[in-house]
């Protein structure tokens, strides 16, 4: 074998198994995939769940797409997670004056009110960032991007969404905590 052969060989190799990866022949796509994670739920009484625990409550999906405080668009994207309104009624519910805090490990917090858990009085933007009348929203705790784990660039393994069955709805993006790992009823 020619010193350019045994040169490029290595060369070779490494592509076919970029090119594997990227074709995504090597993914499995299991539960094995999701990170270790807890969410602890706070109101009337504390419930720690863990991430298999979370993935196992019914489930709801659509399209999340936002927009930064400084304009950047992320999405759209298709997630899925288990609606907030469900998880904050595990931790006892909440009343018409009660707040929601949702923080994550980074010590980023988001205080919702309880119209806001369910869906209500977010702004919603057009693709060119023009206010248009929102249709229904619904605000989940994602555990999986485009069917797949959210990883943890994109805020997993639980992240605040707010979806849409729309896939050209956009919504301001503060309200979308990353790494999320505490929920908490206030009562007023």
Request: hydrophobic share 40%; aromatic share 10%; proline share 5%.
């Amino acid at each position: 074998m020619s010193l350019v052969r045994r040169a490029c060989l290595p060369l070779i190799l490494v592509l076919i198994g970029v090119l594997a990866l990227v074709a995504g022949c090597t993914g499995t796509g299991s539960a094995d995939d999701y990170p270790a994670w807890n969410l602890t739920l706070a109101g009337d009484q504390e419930r720690v769940l863990t991430h298999p625990e979370l993935r196992a409550l019914p489930a709801a999906e659509g399209y999340g797409y936002s927009v930064s405080t400084v304009g950047i668009k992320y999405g759209p994207n298709r997630y899925r997670g288990v609606l907030l309104a469900d998880l904050i009624e595990m931790a006892g519910g909440a009343g018409t004056d009660d707040l929601i805090y949702v923080s994550a490990e980074d010590g980023y917090l988001w205080v919702f009110d309880r119209d806001q858990v369910n869906g209500k009085e977010f702004f919603t933007f057009d693709e060119n960032l023009r206010e248009v009348t929102p249709p229904p929203l619904r605000v989940i705790l994602a555990y999986e991007q485009d069917g797949k784990p959210l990883a943890y660039e994109d805020g997993g393994p639980l992240r605040l969404v707010v979806i849409s069955e729309n896939s050209d709805v956009i919504t301001e993006g503060s309200s979308w905590v990353k790494w999320v790992d505490r929920i908490e009823v206030h009562r007023k």
